[in-house]
């Protein structure tokens, strides 16, 4: 309007390095042989499950009447379980290794982002320490001069001890 139209948008912004860092580090979508060898495992683990609540009331009905078809059933039933016990721990031992070589392919497709997460907290915590040593300064001077200080300045030895704290963690 009269001349002095604008020409950026205020509600867009630069995208912030959070922003940047939360498109590049993400998970990869897990490969369809892994998604197979969990999907087995599961069934398999169903399967498992299914059979022993078969033969549970046939066991129950075993140790009351101790009729010998029922101790057919239960061998029969036992044998099945078995059998599925080696295949699933065939299956867990597939589903391991395929787990472990996607761990392998995300932690190459991941080790730079990561890597630039890891630096861009080391800089804001580095940051924060600076900042709350400047206020326990001030604290302090305040404090031998008898001056009056914000609450939030007030605060600082503690905010300064839990930076210093993260800054551990993070390494």
Known sequence: MFGLARTDNPMTTEPTTADRLRETLRIPTKTNVLK??????????????????????????????????????????????????IAYGQALDERTKRREAFGVTVLAEVAAPAAEYQAEVARLLRELDDLATIAVEYAMAASVNGLPVRRVIDGAPAFLQGVRRLRQIAG
């Open 36 to 85: 197979l060898a969990e999907s087995n495992v599961a069934k398999l683990r169903a399967d498992r499950a299914a059979l022993k609540a078969t033969l549970s009331p046939v066991l129950t009905r075993f140790r009351k009447d101790g009729l010998p078809s029922d101790k057919a059933e239960i061998a029969a039933l036992t044998g099945q379980i078995d059998a599925i016990e």
